[in-house]
């Protein structure tokens, strides 16, 4: 079956846009979690949506904002992008039914802000 | 907070050697999971541990979950550049649905 599936694989923006990243999860997966990934600090927990509902959250400003759709494919926003924004962006599904779930990454998007 | 860490950070070995990447945590998990993260890539699940005392092999590649369900480790037999990557280990945190994940080990195994 198809993986994870995130667009675009890559990005560049300037300082002060905006930006949207999406992600398609496995089929039958409903929880969908993204995370944000640098050199310095390693794999951050943005947020996780289950059915549409923001289910978890990290400690993350306001300026990063998600939501999920019926379909289980959520997008992430970004506004007033800094420069300490750019990393590898990743999303993770899994069927969240559980705590003993697996959770399987896309590629990522690759946001550089210039 | 619960925390995972990963020891070594760093490792460089030559090809053919053996090595051990440890997960701990004060806590327990439900779970504990390993990944393999090549750069630009996405992490790619490795495998999946579940009961305490649990070892699991993938080819050169055993893993196991400690006893108390707190701590795993990975040991790489006769390790080849392929096995060269960012190694995760991650559990879902008490309560919650949120993964938790390790500091990373970054593995170079040169020819």
């Known amino acids: 079956k198809a993986g994870v599936t995130q667009t675009p694989r890559y990005l560049i923006k300037t300082r002060g846009q905006q930006v949207t990243l999406s992600c398609s999860p496995i089929?039958?997966?409903?929880?969908v979690s993204w995370y944000q990934q640098t050199p310095g600090q390693g794999l951050q927990f943005l947020f996780e949506?289950?059915?549409?509902?923001?289910?978890n959250k990290g400690n993350f400003p306001g300026r990063f904002s998600g939501r999920q759709f019926s379909n289980s494919r959520s997008e992430m926003n970004v506004s007033t992008l800094e420069l300490g924004d750019s990393a590898l962006y990743l999303c993770?599904?899994?069927?969240?039914?559980?705590?003993?779930?697996?959770?399987?990454f896309g590629q990522g998007t690759r946001l550089t802000v210039v | 907070t619960q925390l995972l860490e990963q020891s070594p950070q760093f490792l460089s070995i030559q090809e053919g050697e053996n090595l051990t990447v440890y997960c701990n945590s004060s806590s327990v998990f439900s779970s504990l999971q390993w990944y393999r993260q090549e750069p630009g890539e996405g992490p790619v699940l490795l495998v999946t541990?579940?009961?305490?005392?649990e070892v699991k092999k993938l080819k050169r590649l055993t893993f196991q979950f400690g006893d108390a369900r707190k701590d795993s480790s990975l040991h790489i037999t006769a390790a080849q550049p392929g096995d060269t990557g960012l190694y995760l280990c991650?559990?879902?945190?008490?309560?919650?649905?949120?993964?938790?994940f390790g500091t990373g080990t970054r593995l170079k195994v040169l020819a």
């Open positions: 541990v579940v009961t305490g005392g």
């Open positions: 949506y289950f059915s549409e509902t923001q289910r």
């Open positions: 991650a559990g879902v945190g008490s309560g919650t649905y949120k993964y938790i």
């Open positions: 089929s039958g997966h409903r929880s």
């Open positions: 993770a599904s899994s069927l969240g039914n559980s705590r003993e779930t697996e959770a399987f």
